[in-house]
């Protein structure tokens, strides 16, 4: 290992854009969830179901708000990428970091950043819940949820890696919406909150692990989406009945998937590092 | 490390440099296309102890040290100490380069790049830190503010004083005396000759011929290079318009065609303050001819 893992994963960790990203608009969602979407009807249930109201809505909330922030450090680290790809050609050459070298601390701290934000988020939802209620809801499986959050950042990051590669092969170094991509797809995933897709939720980057970080938050059994459709879970929830999903996400298919996309994103981020090797390709970006 | 007892490793394996293996960068009819125009058009120089490459603004200098620093794809043949560059991987101590864009590799301060690189390439932090100190750039500066947050000469000083302590065989200096006070480029330049390793300068400021009288000079214009020939020579030499016999070097640019020839007397190199200038010289012969045309 070289300086680099260390340097890499402190320069994500304060970068001003990652900053604001990550924390600063996560902030103002987390707020948005507790304090206005979250609507627990007077009179308040007893303390037992309201704790269980509170924890599931956290679970909710670590998972598809944290989405949004890894999302969005996924966004960063493809920015970083990019603006980094001469740099690494020349230290690949020239130094101790080896192109294989590059390729594992660089995958460690890009993980490590995408957990790292996205532990943030579940701690700003646990304090503004606590800030709220009174009631502190702490993951019920921390170990499986960061487990969880960990398989995001992979996905994330090798999502992010074959965004940079196919921009820098296009020799367009400056798509937007292309770099946008892993927001996006966290903002499709958060529209599974309402939506149930069913079978289809496997065919979906993120969207199975999301619901296995609700399970592995809050207990209940993780669903293939449509959480707060119709309103049945506030309902339930209320006259102390246990949620009962419509339809049952099979965690080892929901692993599968997640490898399976996991798998398919490395083999062409590797596939196109070969191609572009690289170098500063925003040389041949038209002029 | 010392630089001269370093192993150098390729994709096929490691290789030990010799002890005292012949330093030097050779290119070969190199090409490159940036943005739809060719910017270097068939170069060929073997770079060996100290050259300058001396060359107006736009004439491909620096894509030339970018293009031999792996940064920039090309046509042709780039070597360096024997070795093709698309060979070349963790071959830590063999170059060098103060091109900024090489150091963007992780966005934390000016400081910490400087470990990071310390760290990477084997580079003397103390001796970088002391040669900023020289070019008036402190070390709390570098430990609060990140490269691209650097003022322009400070960022220049900052790359330049790190490629210098990594100690490489081969270093690479892009424009290194640029926003430098005089003093402070007597103090770089001094460094420069003491350096044991290749070293290879681009500027357009021709001061230099007189300063560093034993280097060896390429001229650079429109992606090709001229010579080599010493600094000393190219310093008396006088720019004669057209083509001359006996004369230093021809360069044939857009705007016209212009010889050096060892001679007293005449507009010299040193005399236009920068190469920028050769093309305004030209156009003014050019006028002169037209006008003198125009009233016969």
């Not at chain 1, 990019?82 to 995958?107: C, H, M, N, Q, W």
């Not at chain 1, 009945?241 to 981020?269: D, F, G, Q, R």
């Not at chain 2, 010799?18 to 490159?32: A, C, D, F, Q």
């Not at chain 2, 083509?243 to 070097?249: C, Q, V």
Request: hydrophobic share 50%; proline share 4%; aromatic share 8%.
């Amino acid at each position: 290992m070289t300086l680099y893992l260390y340097y890499k994963l402190k320069g994500l960790l304060t970068d001003r854009s990652g900053f604001f990203w990550g924390i600063v608009s996560t902030l103002f969602w987390v707020l948005m969830w507790v304090y206005v979407f979250t609507r627990v009807e007077e009179p308040l249930p007893s303390l037992d179901i309201l704790e269980e109201m509170l924890r599931i809505n956290a679970a909710l909330a670590f998972s598809y708000l944290g989405a949004l922030s890894m999302g969005s450090v996924a966004v960063g680290l493809t920015a970083g990428a990019i603006a980094s790809s001469g740099a690494v050609a020349f230290a690949t050459r020239f130094t101790k970091l080896t192109p294989a070298k590059y390729l594992v601390e660089d995958f460690l701290a890009g993980v490590a950043a995408v957990v790292a934000y996205a532990l943030v988020c579940v701690a700003m939802v646990v304090a503004a819940t606590y800030a709220r209620y009174g009631i502190l809801v702490l993951p019920e499986n921390p170990v499986l949820l960061v487990v969880y959050l960990a398989l995001c950042g992979i996905l994330l990051y090798w999502l992010s890696r074959t965004v940079t590669l196919s921009m820098l092969a296009l020799g367009k170094p400056r798509l937007p919406l292309l770099q946008m991509l892993p927001l996006f797809l966290a903002f499709l995933n958060y529209a599974t909150l309402w939506l149930d897709l069913g079978d289809r939720v496997y065919a979906l980057p993120l969207a199975p692990l999301l619901s296995l970080i609700v399970s592995a938050a809050c207990g209940i059994e993780p669903t293939t989406g449509g959480w707060l459709a119709g309103g049945r879970l506030w309902e339930n929830l209320a006259q102390g009945v246990a949620p009962e999903p419509l339809n049952a996400l099979s965690v080892p298919l929901a692993l599968a998937s997640t490898a399976a996309w996991i798998t398919a994103l490395t083999a062409v981020s590797l596939t196109l590092a070969l191609k572009v090797k690289s170098v500063a390709l925003e040389e041949f970006a038209p002029s | 490390m010392n630089a001269h007892s370093l192993e150098l490793r390729v994709s096929s394996g490691f290789i030990s440099m010799p002890s005292k293996g012949i330093s030097m960068i050779t290119v070969e009819n190199l090409r490159v296309k940036l943005g739809g125009s060719e910017v270097l058009k068939g170069v060929d120089a073997a770079f060996r102890g100290k050259h300058v490459v001396l060359g107006p603004n736009g004439s491909g200098k620096t894509t030339l040290f970018r293009t031999i620093a792996g940064l920039v794809p090309y046509e042709g043949r780039i070597e360096i100490d024997g070795h093709p560059l698309g060979r070349l991987k963790g071959a830590v101590g063999v170059l060098a380069t103060n091109i900024a864009e090489v150091y963007q590799l992780a966005p934390v301060k000016a400081l910490e790049l400087l470990n990071l690189f310390s760290d990477l390439s084997d580079a003397d932090p103390v001796r970088a830190l002391a040669l900023l100190e020289e070019l008036g750039v402190g070390e709390e500066l570098l430990a609060k503010r990140r490269l691209w947050e650097l003022s322009a000469g400070t960022r220049k000083a900052f790359t330049t004083a790190l490629a210098l302590a990594v100690n490489a065989k081969n270093v690479l200096l892009d424009e290194p005396f640029e926003q430098l006070d005089p003093a402070k480029k007597v103090k770089l330049a001094s460094e420069l000759e003491k350096y044991s390793g290749v070293v290879v300068m681009n500027t357009h400021e021709t001061w230099v011929l007189e300063a560093l009288p034993d280097w060896e000079v390429y001229l650079a214009f429109e992606g090709r290079l001229h010579g080599p020939v010493t600094a000393q020579k190219l310093e008396s030499a006088a720019i004669v318009e057209g083509r001359s016999d006996g004369a230093l070097l021809t360069i044939e640019t857009r705007a016209g065609c212009f010889s050096l020839v060892e001679s007293e007397g005449g507009r010299t190199l040193t005399d236009l303050l920068t190469l920028d200038r050769v093309y305004e010289l030209l156009t003014n012969i050019s006028i002169r001819r037209s006008l003198r045309g125009g009233l016969r």
